[in-house]
């Protein structure tokens, strides 16, 4: 069994890990970093966003060349899908995206270890695989980034089959007949139009009364409606209350307030949302608090936990389950131990949902700001007077910024549109330098662009919107 010793040691290689790993090398630390999957990456990269947003890409592709291209003069013969060559796309992205990691980490001189990382004092880390087990040292740090995993739930438990997680989804040999997905928020909204679009029934069954449960009201509404008229049925405070396997396939039994229903599908995608992973690490033995409620890791504005020498980001503390939201506390954990300057806006953290149209927020919501009695104005502008949505065919969908009442300080925005993952890059940049609509207002955008919904949202916060008719 042979020791290392170095300054910092990452137990996790998703978007939090290598950030971390890099951000130290950068500053001149020796680090180590352990995964137990060959490449790094994570959920994110391996079996998460990018494998999602390449199913997403190429499920669009063929829907809209049965649907749409005839809109635009274009007429093809038969079309087919060939869905091995789909999934052969999505693998072949998501190694070459991974295998970039891996030659960052070479790049920077950073100990790469394949393996499962366990510890019982906090600074000694023992690294094992199939093969070899060898213990390394931490005199700095040891940061946890050990991620989440999807949630089951306990009366129909993941048996990779017929009831899948995320990872299955993503995975299926041929399109099913129909698909049930359990939960209304982001993963499962995504995955629905994958298998849509490919020619799968799809049922979604949300426990609450919206889909994207916390986002704002008519953001939920609109996507609904849209994603009702793609042919996807949708069903809100709805839950599963019985379900059986016969000849392979799954019956479930729905209850919707006082009435019951059932439904036959092939498969079953639960996506209720994923769960802290600590494996290998005793927490109560090392006293790190645990937040009870959610079970994820209690850290101070720097990271660290009730350990000494140990601290913990990314989906194991709180926050948003987010890839951005990992790199950024990836950054900041190092910057913290080598004291600089390490810090993350919590209040410009953007969430985007990949369907179509996208949606995508930040900030507070019109119902957060009511419930706290927090004076505000609003400003919206609708796609179908935007000429290039127009031009493009993508007119549904809407902007809606949110001002303080009185400073016109941005407090939210919120989008509908084909473009939203990107257009929201422009709030968070207002937003993190606390600019207001006005700000906003008085840009320059190029024309014709999706951008100029911003610039009329921001010009409607006072009614005085160009491109729409004048507000009473």
């Known amino acids: 069994m042979s020791t290392s010793i170095f300054d910092i040691i990452v137990i996790g290689a998703g978007p939090a890990g290598y950030c971390a790993a890099i951000r130290g090398a950068q500053l001149g630390l020796t680090v180590a970093i352990v995964e137990k999957r060959p490449h790094g990456g994570g959920t994110c990269l391996n079996i998460g966003c990018i494998p999602s947003k390449a199913l997403l890409d190429s499920s669009h592709h ?203 599908v092939d498969k079953v995608l639960v996506a209720i949302g994923r769960k802290p992973v600590t494996p290998g690490f005793d927490c109560r033995a090392l006293q790190i608090d645990i937040d009870p409620a959610t079970k994820r890791i209690k850290v101070d504005k720097n990271f660290k936990t009730s350990h000494n020498g140990i601290y913990a980001i990314g989906d194991i503390v709180a926050g948003p389950m987010l890839a951005h939201k990992a790199f950024e506390e990836g950054v900041a954990v190092v910057e913290s131990i080598a004291e600089h300057a390490g810090h993350v806006n919590y209040t410009t953290i953007p969430g985007i949902v990949y369907t179509h149209p996208e949606a995508a927020r930040i900030g507070l919501t019109e119902e957060s700001l009511k419930r706290d009695n927090v004076e505000y104005k609003t400003g919206t502008f609708s796609f179908k007077a935007n000429g290039r949505a127009l031009a493009s065919g993508n007119e549904d969908g809407f902007v809606k910024l949110l001002s303080d009442a009185t400073t016109d300080r941005l407090l939210g925005a919120h989008i509908v549109c084909s473009g939203a993952s990107e257009l929201i890059g422009e709030i968070v940049s207002v937003m993190e330098f606390g600019g207001s609509a006005e700000d906003i207002a008085r840009m320059t955008h190029a024309h014709p662009t999706l951008s100029e919904a911003l610039k009329e949202a921001a010009l409607d916060i006072d009614k005085r919107a160009i491109h729409a008719p004048p507000k009473k």
């Not at 087919?80 to 995206?97: E, F, G, H, N």
């Not at 399109?175 to 359990?182: G, K, M, R």
């Not at 396997?245 to 729905?254: C, P, W, Y």
């Open 62 to 264: 063929y829907s809209f060349t049965q649907h749409d291209l005839k809109k635009h003069g274009i007429s093809v013969g038969a079309i087919a899908l060939d869905l091995p060559t789909v999934m052969l796309r999505k693998d072949q992205i998501v190694s070459r995206l991974t295998k970039g990691i891996d030659s960052l980490l070479v790049a920077n001189r950073i100990t790469h270890l394949c393996g499962t990382a366990s510890s019982t004092d906090g600074a000694s880390v023992v690294v094992t695989s199939e093969a070899t087990s060898q213990t390394i040292t931490a005199t700095k740090a040891l940061i946890l980034a050990t991620g989440s995993e999807p949630v089951s739930l306990p009366d129909l438990p993941f048996d990779g089959t017929f009831i899948v997680d995320s990872t299955g989804a993503l995975s299926f040999d041929k399109v099913p007949n129909s698909l049930a997905i359990i939960g209304a928020g982001a993963i499962g909204l995504e995955m629905a139009s994958i298998w849509s679009r490919l020619g799968s029934t799809v049922s979604v069954i949300e426990l609450v009364d919206q889909i994207l449960p916390g986002w704002d009201n008519q953001v939920a509404k609109t996507l609904q409606r849209l994603l009702t008229a793609q042919g996807i049925f949708i069903s809100t405070k709805t839950k599963v209350i019985k379900h059986s396997q016969t000849n392979g396939t799954i019956a479930l039994t729905l209850q919707s307030q006082d009435a019951t229903s059932d439904i036959v």
